[in-house]
């Protein structure tokens, strides 16, 4: 680990017993909105929503790594989801050497995160002070996040670990695992990647990136397709212990490539089938319409009170949209 590296990983069961559950909220409740985060981050960053925003792969990942950092120590109840998602990616563009326009990151992502077709968000957008007070709060939260992280940029981005231990394989000339180093099979193992960081990305906070790619690279080789998984050795190890991966570890990591293969799967069926049936209503599809989600919205579903903009969201039906950002849960001063 470099030097550098101050962020230490985390056990299953302190995962789980997050902020944000010991707040109130359940785990299915956080997890919804946390692969909301991804699906919003990895749509604006890696796809044609916007060319003159979209960033690598690489940024969406490190944007996820912070935004699941920052959760693993504050609270969603405490701290919006949105506005420390786009805090995350602004802050990815420029530790990654693709910064990018706050205001427009800023705009995009509120299409994106509460619906192109909100009456409420073309409100927003019609008051230049009330977007002020609203970047002004994101600039805040990216000091809080900073504050958070213990400044520690340096994240090992899960594609990148894929591709240096892809070529580290083909340099040793480990015939075994020869399948990995054709451009169709690193295309379906980065695809993992990205499903992984949107769906299952509590996974950094348990291992690092080499780890989860060689737990990657097994599952391509046992599920892809006319591949030969290699052979247990001699004394009988499988060929990733070899390289430190413990069986129990490669067992868990596998399951999650399966489940956030499963979502994506799913999320996909559901977009085309959506985009099915407006067509054949002469309705716009998904990719140009996003559907409509209330900014403001109490867990049971009906509104809760008028936002203020320019201040936090603490998404509980009995308050506003937005709550200051000196309401963060600031760090202890030493």
């Not at 919003?40 to 960053?45: G, S």
């Not at 792969?57 to 919006?80: L, Q």
């Amino acid at each position: 680990m470099d030097r550098l590296h101050t962020w230490k990983l985390m056990a299953a069961e302190d995962i789980l017993n997050s902020p944000t559950v010991r707040d109130g909220w359940t785990a299915v409740h956080e997890a919804g909105v946390r692969k909301k985060a991804g699906r919003v981050i990895y749509e604006l960053a890696s796809t044609m929503v916007n060319p003159v925003l979209r960033m690598s792969i690489g940024t969406a990942g490190m944007a996820m790594t912070f935004f699941v950092r920052f959760y693993s120590r504050k609270s969603m109840v405490k701290n919006h989801p949105f506005v420390m998602a786009v805090a995350s990616l602004f802050l990815a563009g420029k530790a990654n050497d693709e910064p990018r326009s706050l205001n427009r990151l800023m705009t995009q992502m509120l299409k994106q995160w509460y619906g192109r077709d909100n009456p409420e968000l073309g409100e927003l957008r019609a008051n230049p002070d009330r977007m002020y007070e609203l970047r002004n709060t994101v600039v805040d939260a990216e000091e809080i996040l900073l504050i958070t992280l213990e400044f520690d940029l340096n994240v090992d981005i899960l594609t990148y670990a894929l591709a240096q231990f892809v070529r580290d394989a083909q340099k040793s000339n480990v015939q075994a695992l020869a399948p990995l180093s054709m451009d169709v099979s690193q295309a379906q193992c980065k695809k993992m990647c990205s499903n992984i960081m949107k769906w299952e990305s509590l996974l950094v906070l348990q291992y690092d990136a080499r780890t989860i790619a060689l737990g990657i690279c097994h599952y391509f080789l046992k599920h892809g397709k006319d591949i030969q998984v290699p052979e247990p050795g001699k004394d009988g190890k499988e060929w990733y212990e070899e390289y430190g991966l413990s069986v129990d570890a490669c067992s868990d990591i596998c399951s999650k490539i399966s489940s956030a293969n499963k979502q994506a799967k799913k999320a996909m069926s559901k977009t085309a089938k959506m985009n099915r049936e407006g067509s054949a209503q002469g309705i716009p599809s998904v990719s140009q319409k996003q559907q409509y989600s209330p900014m403001y919205q109490s867990r049971e579903g009906s509104p809760s009170k008028k936002i203020r903009l320019g201040q936090m969201s603490e998404l509980d039906a009995t308050q506003s949209c937005f709550t200051q950002a000196s309401q963060y849960e600031h760090p202890p001063s030493s």
